[in-house]
T-cell receptor, first 113, second 115 residues
């Protein structure tokens, strides 16, 4: 079945550092890929998405490119802020659009001033 | 616009007790989901629904039942609670405008402790 694997955290960075959080997936066909963010004590909210190969999703300075050849969707940001501290989840919706949305295990990011 | 509302927000159960978690959405969404979140495990899909009157099993359905009698509500039941079901439960909903799936909208979560 479909699955999503994220790099283990926590990731601790200084403010203005470059961020990469790795995400790889296993799925048949061309799934849709997502990054969600969870701030402390809250539910998840969509950060960005890409629905076909080579698409780049972007939002709030974060970017991720859908790489079919490496089955990856790595999250990047050029300069992180303390306010980016949160848990980040990579997610996948299968190409058959059955409605089954699955998530990776989440990566905790802590940004220090 | 309330979005996705989960009831209750906190609950403590004794082993063997039963309870129902309610999820309500006011966005007329077709899809609804129940997840559990555990440390180091991420979000795992328990059950989901692609429309009123339909339900399907997710990744970890054992010990849970669900019902979607009304489009706006998705109920998650625990018939006989076990300590392994101690978790934070999240409900989400989504829709497909013009057949393309979009983002999922999440509730604030229910923290359940089984003692």
């Amino acid at each position: 079945g479909n699955s999503v694997t994220q790099m283990e955290g926590p990731v601790t960075l200084s403010e203005e550092a470059f961020l990469t959080i790795n995400c790889t997936y296993t799925a048949t066909g061309y799934p849709s890929l997502f990054w969600y963010v969870q701030y402390p004590g809250e539910g998840l909210q969509l950060l960005l998405k890409a629905t076909k190969a080579d698409d780049k999703g972007s939002n709030k300075g974060f970017e991720a490119t859908y790489r079919k050849e490496t089955t990856s969707f790595h999250l990047e940001k050029g300069s992180v802020q303390v306010s980016d501290s949160a848990v980040y989840f990579c997610a996948l919706m299968g190409s058959s659009n059955t409605g089954k949305l699955i998530f990776g295990q989440g990566t905790t990011l802590q940004v220090k001033p | 616009n309330a979005g996705v509302t989960q009831t209750p927000k906190f609950r403590v159960l004794k082993t063997g007790q039963s309870m129902t978690l309610l999820c309500a959405q006011d966005m007329n969404h077709e899809y609804m989901y129940w997840y559990r979140q555990d440390p180091g495990m991420g979000l795992r899909l328990i059950h989901y629904s692609v429309g009123e009157g339909t339900t399907a099993k997710g990744e970890v359905p054992d010990g849970y039942n669900v019902s979607r009698l009304k489009k706006q509500n998705f109920l998650l039941g625990l018939e006989s609670a076990a300590p392994s079901q101690t978790s934070v439960y999240f409900c989400a909903s989504s829709y497909t405008p013009q057949g393309e799936w979009t983002e999922a909208f999440f509730g604030q979560g229910t923290r359940l402790t089984v003692v």
